[in-house]
């Protein structure tokens, strides 16, 4: 079975994503930039593990 865990810097991530979207937003004054940054930045936050359960 998959498991999804969170990365102990995933809250780095999200800052990150953050900057590069608020960079894009200065860019193209469009703030959909913003969340699609952030949202990105959650995502790479997040790594998948693999549990193995027997029984």
């Known amino acids: 079975m998959k498991k999804r ?3 102990p810097n995933v809250g ?3 800052g990150i ?3 590069i979207g608020a ?3 200065a860019a ?3 703030p ?3 969340a699609v ?3 990105l930045g959650a995502a790479l936050g997040i790594s998948r593990t693999d549990k193995n359960e027997e029984g």
Request: proline residues 0%; hydrophobic residues 60%.
């Open 5 to 7: 865990a969170l990365n």
């Open 12 to 14: 780095a991530w999200v």
């Open 17 to 19: 994503g953050a900057g």
């Open 23 to 25: 960079a894009l937003y």
């Open 28 to 30: 193209t004054q469009e």
């Open 32 to 34: 959909v930039w913003i």
């Open 37 to 39: 940054g952030v949202a």
